[in-house]
């Protein structure tokens, strides 16, 4: 039995729970252009691909208007499990930046309302992807 998605016991009215392609590696995630640091085209690509994945998601969700409501009123949690090709070549916190900034920016949410994280690292060779699950933070 595989270990849970996340510690925070997501239903579809109240977290949104998905299965992401493995983000760029930071070194691909950003370009120098003229000294300033930008989103590179890969990370660009990416956030793209998570925002109609996000989108996709929520048209298939009978709760999204209230799914949306709490997530944008809320302070949040985020899990975010990753399943990495091999256990050396990439750091668990490498792809938490451009992966939270893309789920948050395709919900239409600001990405400091996050107040909660947890991170793993997984290997799966054949099937690399990042599992995450946004939800409103358990109350202190």
Not at 54 to 66: G, T
Not at 120 to 140: F, G, M, Q, T
């Given at each position: 039995m595989p270990a849970p998605l996340s510690p925070l016991l997501?239903?579809?009215?109240?977290?949104?729970?998905?299965?992401?392609?493995?983000?760029?590696?930071?070194?691909?995630?950003?370009?120098?252009?003229?000294?300033?640091r930008l989103l590179s085209s890969a990370g660009r690509a990416y956030k793209a691909q998570v925002g109609q994945l996000v989108?996709?998601?929520?048209?298939q969700s009978a709760h999204r208007a209230v799914l949306l409501a709490r997530?944008?009123?809320?302070?949040?949690?985020?899990?975010?499990?990753?399943?990495?090709?091999s256990a050396l070549r990439r750091d668990v916190?490498?792809?938490l930046k451009i992966a939270q900034d893309a789920l948050c920016e395709g919900l239409g949410i600001n990405d400091n309302r996050i107040v909660e994280t947890h991170l793993y690292k997984h290997i799966d060779k054949d099937n690399p992807r990042i599992?995450?699950?946004l939800a409103p933070a358990p109350s202190s």
């Amino acid at each position: 039995m595989p270990a849970p998605l996340s510690p925070l016991l997501p239903t579809e009215s109240h977290a949104v729970a998905l299965t992401l392609p493995v983000p760029p590696s930071v070194n691909h995630q950003y370009a120098t252009v003229n000294g300033r640091r930008l989103l590179s085209s890969a990370g660009r690509a990416y956030k793209a691909q998570v925002g109609q994945l996000v989108w996709l998601k929520l048209a298939q969700s009978a709760h999204r208007a209230v799914l949306l409501a709490r997530l944008r009123s809320e302070w949040l949690a985020l899990s975010v499990r990753f399943y990495f090709t091999s256990a050396l070549r990439r750091d668990v916190d490498g792809g938490l930046k451009i992966a939270q900034d893309a789920l948050c920016e395709g919900l239409g949410i600001n990405d400091n309302r996050i107040v909660e994280t947890h991170l793993y690292k997984h290997i799966d060779k054949d099937n690399p992807r990042i599992e995450v699950c946004l939800a409103p933070a358990p109350s202190s």
